[in-house]
């Protein structure tokens, strides 16, 4: 899996936004940009994904840049529960008689500290 | 619908003994992966399962690890002997559809193993 680089940590005031950054300069034209969060004492969490265009739900959004070598995940208004350890993934399409299928590949993530 | 639940939270045995860690995925998902995370490093993939067949278990690090799948619902791990670098945080995720390209993976809380 391609490499992603991110910042080892971010603050952020409560109801502030967050622009969380990572660069993956040498994503392929496959590989889907994807984020995973994880809190305290708990699993990964599944916050968003995206290929080329930028993507929101309910948790967050995806801002990707046009030459795909770097995206934002952002968070509208953070609150205490957004604090965690945040991750970006490079993830390959699926290929047949692949072994790599569905792995995920994590680095050290960005750990986010939410002030109240 | 119920998350990815794995038993036991905690588990504390000593050197040379012989612990198993088990998952349920939810129910449903074909796909079900073992990580883990040990002092403080990087979330790291151990293997992957679809069904009860063993699709990639390139990061096993070695044989006193054994996976299985009966059935293709819950899955054990088992560890025998234990050793002290064994010492860590196993998770286990599951996703839904085998050839959906990014079906996300839903994690569980880990099994925190602790071998003095």
Same mark, same amino acid.
């Given at each position: ?5 991110? #910042? ?8 502030? #936004?967050? !622009?969380? #950054? %990572? ?10 940009? !994807? ?5 305290? =004492? ?33 968070? !509208? ?10 991750? %970006? ?10 072994? =790599? ?13 939410? !002030?109240? | 619908?119920?998350? +990815? ?13 012989? /612990? ?11 796909? &079900? ?5 040990? *002092? ?5 993939? &151990?293997?992957?399962? /679809? ?8 990061? *096993? ?27 860590? /945080? ?7 559809? +085998? ?15 602790? /071998?003095?």
């Amino acid at each position: 899996d391609a490499k992603t680089t991110q #910042p080892n940590s971010m603050e952020s005031n409560e109801e502030e #936004p967050v !622009h969380l #950054p %990572c660069n993956h300069s040498t994503i392929s034209g496959t590989d889907y940009i !994807h984020w995973y969060r994880q809190l305290p =004492s708990q699993g990964p969490e599944y916050v968003i994904h995206g290929l080329t265009s930028n993507v929101n739900n309910r948790m967050a959004s995806l801002a990707i840049a046009e030459d795909r070598k770097s995206s934002t995940l952002i968070l !509208h208004r953070a609150t205490l529960r957004d604090a965690a350890v945040y991750y %970006c993934i490079l993830r390959d399409r699926p290929r047949a008689g692949g072994t =790599s299928y569905g792995k995920l590949t994590f680095g050290q993530g960005t750990i986010l500290t939410v !002030h109240p | 619908e119920a998350g +990815v639940t794995q038993f036991p939270s905690h588990s504390v045995i000593e050197k040379g003994q012989t /612990v198993t860690l088990r998952c349920d995925p939810i129910s449903g998902h074909d796909n &079900l992966y073992w990580y883990r995370r040990v *002092m403080g490093k990087e979330i790291k993939f &151990l293997l992957h399962f /679809v069904k009860e067949s063993k699709q990639d278990e390139s990061g *096993m690090p070695n044989n006193r690890f054994l996976a299985e799948r009966t059935g293709g619902t819950y899955s054990t791990l088992k560890v025998q002997p234990a050793e002290l670098e064994d010492s860590g /945080v196993y998770f286990c995720a599951s996703s839904q559809v +085998v050839s959906a390209r990014n079906s996300p993976l839903h994690f569980g809380n880990g099994t925190r193993l602790t /071998v003095t």
